[in-house]
């Protein structure tokens, strides 16, 4: 049976969180809606937009929701369009990613963002031929709903025994619980370490190549 490391991608694989935010100021500026600060808005990444903005504007309708996340989505393409798209790597991950490899661990992703945005992301960096399951906000229900780990360890011929998720928020430690996965969390992200572990997680690395050192644990039980 095939072994799987799923990663999420926003404020686990990389940084985004500054341009999620300012594609998102503008979205609500747009709509002349009060913005969120960056702490409230931190708070949703990794939900797929409708729901994103369903919890930054409750007292919403869902054609409310759904007229906003397509505004976003505009937005963060004239961002990218202008070259304004940061989206670094964390330190350590490029080393992670390596490492369990070599191990013997199939990569894949599943996240908020859309089968494009993940496309450029996972392009720009070199990285998009390691991974054999995308999953996406597009073809799936959002975090914590388990359907893209799911659909990952369908691809990968895994299990949810040999499968471990790691993500920085409590949507991610949720959706890999619900999915018999093992999740693991990552404290470099946007969630705080105890929310992860309130959500799940079965431990919380600090950095990147932590994760390695967990699995390793874990598998000698």
């Given amino acids: 049976m095939n072994r799987l490391a799923v990663f999420d991608c926003d404020g686990t694989l990389v940084d985004s969180g500054a341009t999620i935010y300012a594609a998102l100021r503008e979205t609500f500026r747009q709509h002349e ?3 969120p600060t960056p702490q409230v808005a931190r708070r949703v990444i990794g939900l797929s937009l409708v729901e994103a903005m369903a919890q930054l504007l409750p007292a919403g309708d869902y054609d409310e929701h759904a007229v906003l996340a397509e505004q976003y989505k505009r937005n ?3 961002l990218r369009a202008a070259g304004q798209v940061e989206e670094p790597l964390f330190d350590g ?3 992670l990613l ?9 990569l894949a992703v599943a996240t908020g963002k859309s089968d494009r945005g993940l496309k450029h992301c996972l ?10 399951s995308l999953q996406t906000a597009d073809r799936h229900p959002s975090k914590p709903h388990p359907s893209m780990v799911e659909q990952a360890m369908a691809d990968a011929g895994a299990m949810p025994e040999t499968t471990f998720v790691v993500g920085d928020t409590s949507f991610d430690m949720a959706m890999a619980a619900a999915a018999g996965a093992l999740p693991l969390g990552a404290a470099w992200g ?7 572990l309130e959500a ?7 950095q990147p190549l932590d994760v390695l050192n967990l699995v390793r ?5």
Avoid: C
């Fill in 33 to 35: 809606l009060a913005i």
């Fill in 76 to 78: 963060f393409t004239a």
């Fill in 93 to 95: 991950v490029i080393e």
């Fill in 98 to 106: 390596d490492a369990l490899e070599e191990d013997g661990w199939l």
């Fill in 123 to 132: 392009d720009l960096h070199g990285i998009h031929a390691r991974f054999v």
């Fill in 190 to 196: 946007y969630h705080e370490a105890h929310e992860l």
């Fill in 200 to 206: 799940g997680a079965v431990a919380v690395a600090e």
């Fill in 217 to 221: 644990e874990h598998a000698h039980g």
